[in-house]
């Protein structure tokens, strides 16, 4: 294994979770809720009480890398494949959150922390699969 030293972000890593994990904790403490990104997003067509947290949640999604590239420059992200298979993708996970009743936010931050046994599974299944696919498309394919 071989560490790709320029692009090494530990501290930046850290201070991610670390927001994630205050955000997740005052979501909990204010209204009860768990913090899953996919089920907010989901949701943001339904009326219902929490449209402004939800709107809050999808600016801050925009807006988060849009403020560090003020003031960090940011990587080129571009798609080793074509859009198909971008799209394909996107579709897939959204299609794994609805089997799973979540996403890695809602079960990997909030669930493990609330010692969910659901959770820990859908967890390791994400991982699992994860790794699977990409031992496969670097090794296999």
Not at 14 to 31: D, E, F, M, T
Not at 88 to 116: D, E, I, N, P, Q
């Amino acid at each position: 294994m071989v560490i790709d030293w320029q692009n090494f972000t530990p501290l930046a890593s850290l201070a991610g979770g670390v927001v994630i994990g205050i955000s997740a904790g005052l979501l909990a403490a204010r209204s009860g809720r768990i913090l899953g990104v996919s089920g907010f997003v989901s949701g943001f067509f339904e009326a219902d009480k929490e449209w402004t947290a939800r709107l809050a949640l999808i600016v801050g999604l925009i807006l988060a890398p849009l403020l560090i590239g003020t003031v960090h420059a940011l990587p080129s992200v571009v798609p080793e494949v074509g859009w198909p298979s971008v799209i394909f993708g996107g579709l897939l996970v959204g299609f794994g959150t609805r089997l799973a009743s979540g996403c890695t936010s809602g079960h990997g931050v909030c669930g493990l922390s609330r010692l969910s046994l659901r959770s820990a599974v859908a967890t390791g299944a994400f991982m699992a699969s994860a790794i699977v696919t990409v031992f496969v498309l670097r090794h296999v394919a």
